[in-house]
Nanobody
Framework: QVQLVESGGGLVQAGGSLRLSCAAS????????MGWFRQAAGKEREFVAG??????????ADSVKGRFTISRDNAKKTVYLYLQMNSLKPEDTAVYYC?????????????????WGQGTQVTVSS
């Protein structure tokens, strides 16, 4: 059974930090590229950050570059994906989703991803 389970969301003041985690199991996710997307109320889902299967070549949306860091841990059967979010802004408020795509590269387009988590809410107050 494939599962991607996000955790770590919550309410934080502007300028604060949160660390999101995603536990991926049920497939050999060490062979999958992974990414974080977000969807704010009334808006389309957007790419936040992506990372290749090996952990190289992280890629970020311009809106989060320099503030967010994506990383992954392939050491165990369950693969963990992380998103360290610093200097949070109210415009970062959204539901954050992790996703996995079979392939080695970093993918920016949501339709490429094969598996998705249920999402975790991040709310940044001003």
């Amino acid at each position: 059974q494939v599962q991607l389970v996000e955790s770590g969301g919550g309410l934080v003041q502007a300028g604060g930090s949160l660390r999101l985690s995603c536990a991926a199991s049920g497939r050999t996710f060490s062979s999958y590229a992974m990414g974080w997307f977000r969807q704010a109320a009334g808006k389309e889902r957007e790419f936040v950050a992506g990372i290749s299967w090996s952990g190289d070549s992280p890629y970020y949306a311009d809106s989060v570059k320099g503030r967010f860091t994506i990383s992954r841990d392939n050491a165990k059967k369950t693969v963990y994906l992380y998103l360290q979010m610093n200097s949070l802004k109210p415009e970062d408020t959204a539901v954050y989703y992790c996703a996995a795509a079979l392939g080695r590269n970093v993918y920016l387009q949501a339709h490429v991803y094969d598996y998705w988590g249920q999402g975790t809410q991040v709310t940044v107050s001003s």
